[in-house]
């Protein structure tokens, strides 16, 4: 990626590029936790996004897209947002650090990224770390990794439709070689923890649905959250108890009440398998995983038949845990894999996937790897 990056913004803008990159990432459990305020446990993986960008004196950003081919040509004043959708990220991150007044001029720059679209890694997350982590070491502007994670969301919510939470910029700029990380999402305080599944492979399957989270099935149950949690007195569900929801059910809807008992369980189950792997009890890292899969298919409803599917292969085949990983509709499931039923499950899961959907789910083997850089 760095040498196709390269040359291609040698042909278009000349030499002098300086590199960065950002990593996609996985989330090992603690799913949609972060906007209720709890707990999340990412790590990013050895794929990302990689971007030459050279300063180029004015105040115009000219930006090409390689893996689409597309390029845009956009200022930095709020009238100046550009119409291709991928240019909004790059458009929103200086926008969010002009905000917070940091002083930026316009940039030449190519990027490309090997993170799987629409795979539930947060491709969009590793677009966005990289442009601000870039900005603020081109700049000199001194932000801290907090608040470079901050104009990641902040991009997503206010230029490209989408309310998400932290996690995913967090574990893009704050990634760490060989550790996942538990980020409380109330206090921002996080902790890294070792990985090292011994005997075990993290791999992800992707059945190659693709899922779109702008507009209402994301939003919806965020706000399902938020009125539960209204109801409780409290401004998210983190620390609520299922004795708590019990007491308001007959006063809240019935999605309602199944959005908010997932959210409630899934709090639960982070802090299980933190405890988990600090004994590297692997086995009930796999179980938790299970529920969470099976939480979000049945109570929070954001799985989908193929997702369903290879959860269900992998039970069958004796894989220590599965889930959908990401915000849902499509994507990836995550597995903890023994080594010795490693090659029957891929194998069984490819075979049987393909006789129902048509199509083979692509598998990525994942590496824990580190955050934002220069190159």
């Not at 960065?20 to 209720?36: C, K, M, Q, V």
């Not at 902790?191 to 507009?215: A, N, Q, W």
């Not at 299922?242 to 008992?261: C, N, P, V, W």
């Amino acid at each position: 990626m760095k040498e196709k990056v390269t040359s291609k913004f040698e042909e278009l803008y000349g030499p002098g590029a300086v590199l960065f990159a950002s990593p996609g990432r996985i989330n090992l459990i603690g799913e949609h936790t972060d906007y209720n305020g709890g707990f999340v446990f990412p790590g990013a993986v050895d794929r990302g996004i990689v971007a030459a960008i050279r300063l180029n004196g004015t105040d115009r950003v000219r930006a090409h897209a390689l893996d689409l081919g597309q390029t845009a040509e956009f200022g930095l004043s709020e009238a100046d947002k550009p119409a291709q959708s991928w240019a909004c990220y790059l458009f929103g991150v200086c926008r969010e650090i002009q905000k917070r007044g940091g002083k930026i001029g316009g940039f030449d720059t190519v990027f490309a990224g090997d993170v799987p679209l629409g795979a539930g890694m947060s491709s969009s997350a590793a677009l966005e770390s990289t442009y601000a982590y870039a900005l603020d070491d081109l700049f000199s502007l001194g932000i801290d990794k907090f608040e470079l994670a901050r104009i990641g969301q902040a991009t997503e919510h206010n230029y490209c439709g989408v309310n998400c939470g932290i996690m995913d910029q967090f574990a893009s700029v704050f990634g760490k070689k060989g550790c996942l990380m538990r980020l409380d999402c109330r206090s921002m305080e996080f902790e890294y923890f070792p990985f090292d599944p011994e005997g075990y492979k993290l791999v992800l399957l992707d059945s190659r649905v693709k899922h779109e989270l702008v507009g209402s099935p994301y939003n919806d149950r965020r706000a399902s959250c938020e009125r539960v949690a209204k109801m409780l007195g409290q401004e998210f569900l983190r620390g609520a108890t299922m004795e708590q929801l019990d007491a308001i059910k007959d006063k809240i809807s019935e999605e309602d009440y199944k959005r908010a008992r997932y959210v409630i369980g899934e709090e639960r189950r982070v802090l299980d398998v933190c405890a988990a792997l600090e004994k590297g009890d692997y086995e009930t890292v796999g179980k938790r995983m299970y529920e969470t899969h099976w939480g979000m298919s049945r109570d929070y409803e954001v799985s989908c038949e193929e997702l369903d599917f290879l959860v269900g292969v992998a039970e069958e085949c004796g894989v220590a845990g599965s889930r959908i990983m990401g915000g849902g509709f499509g994507g990836c499931t995550i597995n903890l894999v023994r080594d010795d039923v490693y090659d029957r499950f891929i194998a069984t899961a490819k075979e049987k996937f393909a006789a129902r959907y048509g199509h083979e789910p692509a598998v990525y083997e994942v590496v824990i790897s580190d955050g934002s850089r220069r190159l």
